[in-house]
């Protein structure tokens, strides 16, 4: 079984997917460079611009069972794609904490507000998790992980996450 961990960047992915122990884990920035998927760099972004069909070439190539964590994980051809959210407010705090530009940041608020992974996931997986990491150690995130990998993935609905109230109070 091919499992992605994902989500808008600060959510979680690579502190948690670190501490699952069931199976292998391939951070998928690790293979970008080696699979010669970097096809140029966004100047503005300040990010490699990745051509993910070769990228999910590769991975298709790769044996066994694994968890891929990346923020595009969920577009390389998984069996399960598990989105990790965090509330907008809490994830801007990280990022600005990261010293990340004001516009970087809010470009990544703005996408976790409005589930940007989350759709793209569902549209590409053919099932999706959704968990809140918000307040939540990687050890309970991993947990959850763990949980999901085993194959209860019905505690782990697509829609229990909701930052609408959130975003409503921005205005």
Known sequence: MRVAVTGTPGVGKTSSSSLVRSVKVVHVNDIVDDCGAVVGFDERRK?????????GKAVSKMDGDMLLEGHFAHLLGVDVAIVLRCSPKVLGERLASKGWSPAKVREN????????ILVEAVENAPAVCEIDTTGKTPEQVAASIEEIIAGEIEKYPVGNVDWSKEVLDWF
């Open 47 to 55: 990010t490699k611009e990745v051509d993910v069909k070769k990228l």
């Open 109 to 116: 608020v703005e996408a976790e507000a409005v589930d940007v």
